[in-house]
Structures are given as C-alpha cells and as structure tokens.
T-cell receptor, first 116, second 109 residues
C-alpha cells in the first residue's frame, strides 16, 4: 500500500500526559499537512510542511502542540500536557508539489486520540 | 468571516437515483475546490476537484459544477449505490484545505 499511513490508529491517554503521533506520507510527496477533526465537523487545518520546512501554523496549534519533519519524509505531531479538549481525530495528508498552487491532498486513516 | 459551508446536513436517496450535494463558499477569490468522501473511521478520500476557470468537471459517476456568480458548488452522483453512503465535504484550497461541516448521504436499498 503506497498511501499515507499514520500510527498509532488509536491512542487513549490520561489528562496531562504527552502523546506523539507519526505520519508517513506518500513517497516523493514533498508537502505534508496535519488536521484535526472532531465529531460531526470537517477537518481543521493545523500546520503544513514543504520538505522539512514548516511553512504555516494555524492559531489552533497552541504552544502545547509541536510538529516536526526532520528529514522531509515522515512527520511527528506531539501534544504535551494533554487536555480533554484535545480528544479528536488527527489526520495527516500529503501532496506533490503542484503547479499553479493547486495540490491534490491525499489523507491517511487518522489517529483517534481520547484523553480521559 | 469567510467560510465554506454546506446547505443540508443530511441527504437520503433511493439506490439507483441521482444525488446532488450542494456547497456554498464566501471567498470570491477561491480558485480551486475539492470534494472529499469520508466513511466512518476513515480519512477523507479525494473524489474530484475543479479549478475556478472551469464550470463543470466529470469523473466516473460524479460531476462537479461550479457557479462563481453565486459562489456555489455541487457534487452530482449518478446512479447512487449503497457504497456511496458517507459524509461528503467540499473543501477550498488555501494552500491547505478549508473544509465545511459536511453532508451525510444515506442510500436506501
């Protein structure tokens, strides 16, 4: 399978703990995106990378959240001191470098986080 | 503020009928849109996209229509099948995707 993969698929943690998620994009896709989705809502943008450079961060990305893409391939999203409001599906997407600013984004299956 | 939104939260159709899912957007400068399908427990799946220099684009059993005058986008699914049951999102390309809340399509056998 050459699609976007995410690990773990599910994570249950206690409030105050740190969690880290991993995303492996489609090979040779140089753009990688993180989104968060809560029940009944559309995905909300968090941040994105072009290669290893983090180009944009949403205001949703508080200082407890940090994302990295150290070698321009896989990415990690860490949430420190988790809160119950962090419970959501965390989605990763990747896209090739498009022309004219248009980029088809392909999503992974997501990591469902539950904070108790 | 600017938003991408959908007219109806749910849509129920009979198997074999055509489905039409609508979306309104408010940013007149939007130049690219994508429709995604999301099944329960899965990530959004790319269906079809359209650029603002087009009015219509067709795929396999799906057609997207763009009306820039009224800032309206629609997704038409021909001969709807039970496997089409899912939540459908329109999304606006901001470099990243800005999603609306979604429409749940239910196909009755």
């Amino acid at each position: 399978d050459t699609g976007v993969s995410q690990n773990p698929r599910h994570k249950i943690t206690k409030r105050g703990q740190n969690v880290t998620f991993r995303c492996d994009p489609i090979s040779e896709h140089n753009r990688l995106y993180w989104y968060r989705q809560t029940l009944g809502q559309g995905p909300e943008f968090l941040t994105y990378f072009q290669n290893e450079a983090q180009l944009e961060k949403s205001r949703l990305l508080s200082d407890r959240f940090s994302a990295e893409r150290p070698k321009g391939s896989f990415s990690t999203l860490e949430i420190q001191r988790t809160e119950q409001g962090d419970s959501a599906m965390y989605l990763c997407a990747s896209s090739p470098r498009g022309t004219g600013g248009f980029n088809e984004q392909f999503f992974g299956p997501g990591t469902r986080l539950t904070v108790l | 503020g600017e938003s991408v939104g959908l007219h109806l939260p749910t849509l129920s159709v009979q198997e074999g009928d055509n489905s039409i899912i609508n979306c309104a957007y408010s940013n007149s400068a939007s130049d690219y849109f994508i429709w995604y399908k999301q099944e329960s427990g899965k990530g959004p799946q790319f269906i079809i996209d359209i650029r603002s220099n087009m009015d219509k684009r067709q795929g396999q059993r799906v057609t997207v229509l763009l009306n820039k005058t009224v800032k309206h986008l629609s997704l038409q699914i021909a001969a709807t099948q039970p496997g089409d049951s899912a939540v459908y999102f329109c999304a606006e390309n901001m470099g990243w995707m800005r999603f609306g809340a979604g429409t749940r399509l239910t196909v009755k056998p």
